[in-house]
């Protein structure tokens, strides 16, 4: 059903053009809140639509959606038409070799979490949501106007990058139906240049050719090959368009077992700071916990200044924590006598995280979208929320907390998906294990999932269910 539509010369195109309206409308309602309250805030970035939008549905529904469907929200994503049109009138020029190396998406996401989250907290304020917002579009046009083709989504989206991370546990994927379709055309219209900056019947942007997609890292899933490759025949083929969406099964791309970059490891690593940041946060006590080591050096240092105590806190979170995590397994490896690189480790080894991050962020989700919902009540009688926000600190609303029955579903969700990442992961790691040899001193390996799934999983059981 889905692949006739992307066939169809209205789909997804038209939905991106109504994507793109939403997107218009949140930066709008975003830019009507502005406060510096921080009390205020707390209640603002709820009752605001764009905000609320945003963090609590949006971001968690792409994350949801590239766990199980892939890079879904590529194919609707309304930047990708901007960027595309500019690359259309813009330069064209041939993409460096830095911006090749994957080292742009991971520098770009290290600024946002920075710069924006650390720094602006554009999670947590609208008005610099919005900002936020404009400024990916922004960076797009710029992008879009001076290399070729669709550079953006696959050398500088974050975004894009994250949810290809997450693609690997994906069931679906783009494949070709038949090899030998592709290996006997002579039109290779998927590709050809002829076609590269089409809006809708379009050649590959990401540099890919459909035939040799075996992962579902990249593909921005915008079935303009499938388009062309039934549009643009010399000779009538029945066994064309032969692009298509496809179940390959769960966690297939996963344990390929396909080593990572290290600007991809590097990504995945202070991915893997944040989440740890982000479930954490969620519970008093382990926030307290997570807010120990830089409130501590804090005081030693005497620093009051917030910004400088917020980048502090980034760092030791971002950086310093995964550091520690993903270094103690190798060490303990090394201590039994494993014959391993620390490069070979990080690169090779760095996958088996990536089940568990994507079950902290698919927690992280489920936690955002159903805390949320007593907020909609109010949401669209007063879409920038002001009003609301300043009813429920006087007490003139109360918001209603979610029945028990959802609590205790959220805890079992909580708990089963971070079991499941942690499962994922130990499956990894076997895999890899068996691939070399002295499988048994690399045994202190699976120290990866019991480590590091470990703290969301104690945490998670003692939060909810102690």
Not at 286 to 299: A, W
Request: proline content about 4%.
């Amino acid at each position: 059903m889905l692949n006739k539509l992307l066939s169809k010369w209205y789909f997804p195109i038209s939905l991106k053009y109504l994507s793109l309206v939403a997107y218009i409308i949140l930066i709008v309602t975003g830019l009507m809140a502005y406060s510096t309250d921080a009390a205020f805030l707390k209640q603002l970035r709820n009752t605001n639509l764009g905000n609320l939008i945003v963090w609590s549905y949006w971001w968690p529904a792409i994350v949801i959606m590239a766990i199980f469907f892939g890079r879904i929200w590529c194919m609707v994503c309304p930047v990708e038409i901007i960027t595309t049109f500019f690359a259309k009138i813009g330069l064209k020029r041939k993409r460096p070799k830095w911006l090749l190396s994957g080292w742009a998406i991971t520098i770009f996401y290290i600024i946002i979490l920075f710069v924006g989250i650390q720094g602006f907290a554009i999670h947590r304020n609208p008005f610099f949501m919005a900002l936020y917002l404009l400024v990916i579009v922004g960076v797009s046009i710029i992008i879009g106007s001076i290399y070729e083709k669709n550079t953006f989504c696959r050398y500088v989206c974050p975004v894009g990058y994250l949810l290809g991370l997450y693609s690997r546990l994906s069931f679906f994927g783009w494949r070709v139906k038949n090899k030998s379709v592709c290996d006997s055309c002579k039109d290779k219209s998927c590709i050809h240049k002829k076609y590269q900056y089409n809006l809708n019947y379009k050649s590959c942007g990401v540099d890919l050719y459909p035939a040799n997609i075996t992962d579902n890292t990249d593909c921005i899933l915008c079935a303009g090959c499938r388009k062309t490759c039934s549009k643009y025949q010399s000779k009538p083929n029945s066994e064309r368009p032969n692009p298509r969406f496809q179940y390959i099964g769960f966690a297939n791309d996963l344990f390929q077992l396909k080593p990572l970059r290290m600007a991809e490891m590097v990504f995945v690593l202070i991915v893997s700071g944040f989440v740890i940041s982000e479930i954490w946060s969620e519970w008093p006590v382990t926030d307290r916990i997570l807010n120990f080591l830089p409130g501590l050096i804090s005081d030693i240092f005497s620093v009051s200044n917030s910004k400088v105590n917020s980048y502090m806190y980034g760092i030791i979170q971002f950086a310093f924590v995964p550091v520690v995590l993903w270094f103690a397994p190798f060490i303990v490896a090394k201590l039994f006598g494993a014959a391993i690189k620390l490069k070979e480790y990080f690169l090779n080894y760095s996958i088996a995280f990536i089940p568990i991050i994507a079950a902290a962020h698919l927690d992280k989700a489920i936690l955002k979208t159903t805390s949320r919902l007593p907020y909609f009540e109010h949401l669209f009688t007063d879409v920038t929320g002001v009003s609301t926000a300043q009813q429920i600190i006087d007490g003139t609303i109360k918001l209603n907390g979610n029945p028990l029955w959802m609590n205790i579903m959220v805890s079992f969700l909580l708990t089963l998906v971070m079991v499941a990442g942690v499962w994922l992961s130990v499956k990894v790691v076997k895999k890899i294990n068996l691939q070399g040899s002295e499988t048994s001193s690399k045994s202190p390996l699976y120290l990866i999932p019991v480590i590091y799934g470990g703290i969301f999983l104690v945490m998670i059981i003692a939060w909810r269910w102690l």
